[in-house]
């Protein structure tokens, strides 16, 4: 199994940054598919999560990022995105993609996970 991250990079505030994840090795229809970060000295805090269509097909937002991010996911091609729109500065953080075999969760307990790409919100 592996999850690979990619899209990371420097932005400047207000702008936008697509982050996109590579999966190989699972059967998407039974894997919610998650966004974590975790910015310097700090935890890794939950992001974002698309339940398979084989569940409610749902996404779920952290409060720090609803209405400015938008999970999607696109099975056929074995992807999870994370479109960011009006980035901050607080924002920066390495981005790491997760997936789990059963519905989305906002703990950091997921079954598999991605190597991480870094996001760098500056003027």
């Known amino acids: 199994v592996q999850l690979q991250a990619s899209g990371g990079g420097l932005v400047q505030p207000g702008g936008s940054l697509r982050l996109s994840c590579a999966v190989s090795?699972?059967?998407?229809?039974?894997?919610?598919l998650g966004w974590f970060r975790q910015a310097p000295g700090k935890d890794r805090e939950w992001v974002s999560c698309?339940?398979?269509?084989?569940?409610?097909?749902?996404?779920y937002y952290s409060d720090f990022v609803k209405g400015r991010f938008t999970i999607s996911r696109d099975d056929a091609k074995n992807t999870v995105y994370l479109q960011m729109n009006s980035v901050k500065t607080e924002d920066t953080a390495i981005y790491y993609c997760a997936a789990d075999s059963g519905v989305c969760s906002n703990y950091d307990l997921y079954d598999y996970w991605g190597q991480g790409t870094q996001v760098t919100v500056s003027s």
């Open positions: 090795g699972l059967n998407l229809n039974y894997y919610a």
């Open positions: 698309a339940n398979s269509d084989s569940n409610d097909g749902g996404t």
